[in-house]
């Protein structure tokens, strides 16, 4: 009751003061912050691995090569069919598939892109998620059989629409008396997808199967043995089984050997941001011991009184201690509060930024994501939440103890 006789009291007459006001914003916006950033982290995270197992193979199966009559090591697979086949009926593979690869150069009315081909199956094609269920679509998959799907960006950047017919040029092409003369090939755009990641739709390009054998010279072989895991998240557990079923010549590279750097950078990147934004608590929590010193120096003539009526240390302790700990529970409620609006609503905010600032806050092509991404975790909020309120109690006692071990002889002494 004497604690929230005191926070409801006028500055005038000895109430809370600003700098109690300026704590609990303080504390507000430090756990805005905090929720917010780890919900962007997350979230980008949760999106960057998404579009990893959604458009990439989980396991890559290739030969460690043999050496052919002309002294050339030569990877291809030729007993690609039975390979996987044996791949495939490994527990925890839900497919396997074998792939052709290659960089040429596409050209379209004298626009000109690089870009990557994966020769693949057109029932193979349609397992992919972010290809078989992109983002944004152009034209249908199923006539994928009689010409290439194509990522967004390259259709953009060679003004292809569906039904156009893009060529593709390969410096290693036919050998002839005069030199290699480059392969070129004719192909209709049937299918424009967007993978949700700048990289894949800016270079991506898929061709049938045996087409793509074809066009690289790859006949009765393929170059890799693409595999898809029913649970992505346990592959280290899957790959010895894939290698043993492949045979002793093939070796695995997975998803976490081509990410698994850029993912631990966003472990300590993750970590570090939490102790940066827990310092900005921190900073923000002292202020209270500021408010509560001046309140406790303003009331140093109740105290005199309530002691000499017999009130406790422990009761002035524990009544200071509820008006600090009370400000620090309302600014971290505020801040919870405009965390996961901002979390659930930030399309529309960053919509907002985007506008007033002219556009271009959010380049795709650095960032690779084409928005900024947030996943609210609730492991997130509480751990922001009892942060703010375990460092808000703790700088509480001090000052409490403080007017508590008050002596009121000397607070009385000149009243």
């Not at 009331?299 to 000499?308: M, Q």
């Not at 947030?374 to 006692?397: E, M, P």
Request: aromatic fraction near 8%.
């Amino acid at each position: 009751m004497i604690a929230w006789r005191y926070l409801r009291a006028r500055r005038a007459e000895g109430g809370v003061s600003v700098m109690t006001w300026i704590s609990l914003i303080g504390i507000a916006l430090a756990v805005f912050a905090l929720i917010a950033t780890l919900s962007v982290r997350a979230g980008f995270r949760a999106e960057f691995v998404d579009t990893i197992l959604g458009a990439n193979a989980h396991v890559t199966v290739y030969s460690a090569g043999d050496v052919n009559g002309n002294g050339q090591l030569d990877r291809s697979i030729p007993d690609y069919t039975e390979m996987a086949q044996r791949i495939a009926a490994v527990p925890g593979v839900s497919r396997a598939a074998p792939l052709i690869k290659g960089q040429v150069m596409a050209t379209m009315n004298g626009r000109n892109a690089g870009v990557e081909i994966f020769g693949i199956a057109p029932a193979d094609l349609d397992s992919i998620p972010r290809i078989a269920q992109p983002l944004d679509s152009m034209g249908d998959i199923a006539n994928f059989s009689s010409g290439v799907a194509i990522g967004s960006g390259v259709a953009r950047e060679l003004g292809l629409v569906p039904g156009d017919r893009i060529k593709l040029i390969s410096p290693d092409g036919v050998k002839t008396a005069f030199g290699t003369s480059p392969r070129v090939g004719t192909y209709d755009v049937s299918y424009i997808f967007t993978a949700g990641r700048y990289d894949i739709d800016r270079t991506r390009v898929y061709m049938p199967f045996t087409e793509a054998q074809s066009y690289f010279n790859r006949e009765g072989a393929a170059d890799e043995i693409e595999v898809m895991l029913d649970d992505p998240e346990a592959v280290d557990d899957v790959v010895p089984a894939i290698l043993s079923a492949a045979g002793d010549n093939a070796m695995a590279w997975t998803w976490r050997d081509a990410s698994g750097s850029f993912l631990r950078a966003l472990t300590v990147e993750d970590n570090v941001m939490f102790i940066i934004m827990s310092i900005l608590v921190l900073i923000a929590a002292m202020n209270i011991v500021s408010g509560l010193i001046m309140l406790v120096k303003n009331k140093g003539r109740d105290i005199g009184i309530l002691r000499t009526m017999g009130l406790t240390e422990g009761s002035i302790l524990r009544v200071f201690f509820i008006c600090g700990a009370f400000t620090g529970i309302i600014g971290t409620l505020v801040g919870l509060v405009l965390g996961v609006v901002f979390t659930v609503y930030i399309d529309p905010i960053f919509a907002v930024v985007n506008y007033v600032s002219g556009g271009g806050v959010w380049d795709p092509s650095v960032r690779g994501l084409y928005a900024l991404p947030a996943k609210l975790q609730w492991h997130d909020v509480l751990s922001a939440v009892s942060l703010s309120l375990i460092l808000s109690f703790g700088v509480t006692i001090f000052p409490a103890r403080r007017a508590a071990r008050m002596n009121p002889v000397e607070a009385l002494r000149y009243e």
